[in-house]
């Protein structure tokens, strides 16, 4: 997928994303990650048993939304993402969680990623649309 520099810029700057997904009876599930965006693909971590991990399992169709809110409506500006997600391996692991613990300093400390307990996951964008950007 082709990134305009105002994307790429936005996407990796943006501190908190959503990523929703969706159960294998096609309840959906939204929460916030922390994202790490490197070299096109998107990253977050979180527990292994956590109910997106599920949710991904089943179906590895996953949507994020950045956005930057303000009450200035004319200064809104997002993007919405659409793509496919998958769980990392071991050796990707661990390059991946040394660049989420570069970019959160605190989340080493306060919710380290544990292999065996957390896992990460890949998200290779497919779509996207973007507003103020």
Same mark, same amino acid.
């Given at each position: 997928?082709?990134?305009?520099? #105002?994307? +790429?810029?936005?996407?990796?700057?943006? +501190?908190? #994303?959503?990523? #929703?997904?969706?159960?294998?009876? =096609? *309840? $959906?599930?939204?929460?916030?990650?922390? $994202?790490?965006?490197?070299?096109?693909?998107?990253?977050? =971590?979180?527990? !292994?048993? #956590?109910?997106?991990?599920?949710? *991904?399992?089943?179906?590895?169709?996953?949507?994020?939304?950045?956005?930057?809110?303000?009450? !200035?409506?004319?200064?809104?500006?997002?993007?919405?993402?659409? =793509?496919?997600? +998958?769980?990392?391996?071991?050796? +990707?692991?661990?390059? @991946?969680?040394?660049? @989420?613990?570069?970019?959160?300093?605190?989340?080493?400390?306060? !919710?380290?990623?544990?292999? =065996?307990?957390?896992?990460? *996951?890949? @998200?290779? $964008?497919?779509?996207?649309?973007?507003?103020?950007?």
């Amino acid at each position: 997928m082709k990134w305009r520099k #105002a994307e +790429r810029e936005f996407v990796d700057s943006v +501190r908190v #994303a959503r990523v #929703a997904t969706v159960d294998a009876k =096609g *309840i $959906p599930h939204n929460v916030p990650i922390c $994202p790490l965006f490197d070299n096109g693909k998107l990253y977050f =971590g979180t527990e !292994a048993s #956590a109910k997106k991990v599920w949710n *991904i399992k089943a179906n590895a169709n996953v949507t994020l939304v950045f956005d930057d809110y303000t009450e !200035a409506w004319e200064h809104l500006r997002g993007i919405m993402i659409q =793509g496919q997600a +998958r769980i990392v391996n071991t050796q +990707r692991f661990r390059a @991946i969680r040394k660049k @989420i613990y570069t970019k959160y300093v605190q989340y080493e400390s306060t !919710a380290a990623l544990t292999e =065996g307990d957390s896992t990460i *996951i890949e @998200i290779t $964008p497919q779509k996207k649309f973007t507003w103020g950007l």
